[in-house]
């Protein structure tokens, strides 16, 4: 069964994906990333922004299959049809669809909008719900 996890109060979720996927690429994690147009986009401008010894390999998931393939991190909006099935990091709004196939899912959660909060609350019951096990991290305690 997949382990979910939400990681609460981050003060800003790009920033926060950015070290999240830092740290599990150390670990050899293979993941996708689920969100908005407008929220990869900015994703993506900050991963190519690091500094090159943080650099992460990263590509859109409307890149070629073998780029894919070779890709770490996936930025997508959907997370079906995706060459690995490791880690799924979700900055979006929804449940997404097919997470049950990934051995993982973060949600990241915002500490500042409400209606990011009140979302996230709807995806916590819905995977309560089915009877999945959730862990909580919230980050607030950790700053």
């Not at 740290?23 to 293979?30: I, N």
């Not at 147009?37 to 890149?63: N, V, Y």
Request: charged share 25%; net charge neutral.
């Amino acid at each position: 069964m997949t382990e979910v996890a939400f990681h609460f109060n981050a003060p800003d979720k790009v920033a926060y994906a950015c070290r999240l996927l830092r740290k599990a690429l150390g670990s050899g994690a293979r993941m996708v990333v689920l969100g908005s147009d407008e929220t990869l986009g900015l994703l993506d401008r900050s991963l190519w922004s690091m500094a090159p010894h943080e650099f992460l390999a990263h590509c859109r998931g409307d890149a070629p299959a073998f780029v894919l393939a070779a890709s770490p991190v996936v930025l997508s909006s959907s997370p079906q049809g995706m060459p690995h099935q490791q880690v799924l990091v979700n900055l979006g709004d929804e449940i997404p669809s097919g997470f049950g196939t990934y051995e993982r899912l973060i949600e990241v959660v915002g500490r500042d909008d409400a209606d990011d909060r009140q979302r996230a609350r709807t995806r916590w019951k819905h995977y309560a719900d089915r009877g999945y096990a959730i862990t909580r991290h919230d980050l607030a305690l950790r700053s």
